[in-house]
C-alpha cells in the first residue's frame, strides 16, 4: 500500500489540493471517481499540526475504506460478468472461466499461472485445458418460448430473455406507471391495488409449438 499512498499524495498535490482548498473537490466526476481518492482523503487532507498518531489512524481507516470498495466493486463486476455472459448466452458471447483467487499467497500458482496457459491455448486456437463456467440449469431454459408484456408492448423471445425483461428498468417504469395510474382514487387519494400477473402474463404462440412438434418427427 506504500506505493499506491505515495501515488495519491503525488497526485493530491499537483491536481486535487487545490480544488480541496478552493471547496470544489467533487469525487463524483472524471478521475476521481477512481476508488483511492476520496477512500484516503482524510489522510491527504490532515492538517501539517497532526499528530504521527493521528496521521496514521486516518491512513488505516483508508486502507480499510479502500478495501470495502474493491470488495463492492469486484461484487459488481461479477454480477455484471454473470448477467451478460452467462445467464444470456449466445452464438456472440465469449466462453468465460473462473480462477480460484481466495489463497494470495498461492497467487502464482492458483491465478497467474492458469490464467496465462488459458490465453495461450486460445491464441494458438486450442481448447484450454481450463473448463469454462457454465450456468447451471441454462440447458433447461426455453430459447424459443414467446413471451408478451401487455405493460411495455412488446413481444420477447426466449425465457432468459424474458427473465432479464422483468428485472429491468423499462418494465419496472411501466410497472409503477400503472400502479399510479390505477390506484389513484377520486379525490386523488393513492390506494394499494394488485396486479395480478402483470410480471408473469406470458402467452405462447401456438405455431412455435407445432413448429416443435413437427421438428421432432
Known amino acids: 500500500s506504500v506505493g499506491l499512498i505515495e501515488e495519491l499524495r503525488d497526485f493530491h498535490v499537483r491536481f486535487n489540493q487545490k480544488k480541496v482548498q478552493n471547496d470544489s473537490q467533487n469525487y463524483q466526476h ?60 449466445g452464438d456472440g458471447v465469449p466462453a468465460v472461466y473462473g480462477l480460484d483467487v481466495t489463497d494470495v499467497a498461492r497467487w502464482e500458482e492458483t491465478v497467474l499461472t492458469p490464467a496465462l496457459q488459458i490465453l495461450d491455448s486460445l491464441c494458438k ?20 418460448s414467446r413471451h408478451t408484456c401487455d405493460l411495455c408492448d412488446k413481444v420477447i423471445i426466449g425465457d432468459l430473455e424474458w427473465a432479464a425483461h422483468l428485472k429491468s428498468k423499462k418494465h419496472h417504469f411501466h410497472v409503477r406507471k400503472k400502479l399510479k395510474s390505477d390506484g389513484a382514487g377520486h379525490n386523488g387519494v393513492q390506494r394499494r391495488v394488485s396486479l395480478p400477473a402483470l410480471d408473469t402474463q406470458t402467452r405462447t404462440n401456438p405455431s412455435d409449438s407445432s413448429k416443435d412438434t413437427n421438428a421432432a418427427h
Open 30 to 89: 472524471g478521475i476521481f471517481q477512481s476508488i483511492g481518492f476520496k477512500e484516503f482523503h482524510d489522510y491527504l487532507t490532515a492538517p501539517e499540526n497532526s499528530s504521527q498518531q493521528e496521521r496514521e489512524t486516518l491512513r488505516n481507516r483508508g486502507v480499510e475504506a479502500l478495501k470495502t470498495a474493491t470488495r463492492r466493486y469486484a461484487r459488481k463486476q461479477n454480477k455484471w460478468v454473470r448477467n451478460r455472459f452467462l445467464k444470456r448466452p
Open 125 to 144: 486456437g486450442e481448447k484450454p485445458s481450463t473448463e469454462p463456467i457454465r450456468l447451471q440449469r441454462a440447458e433447461l431454459r426455453n430459447k424459443r
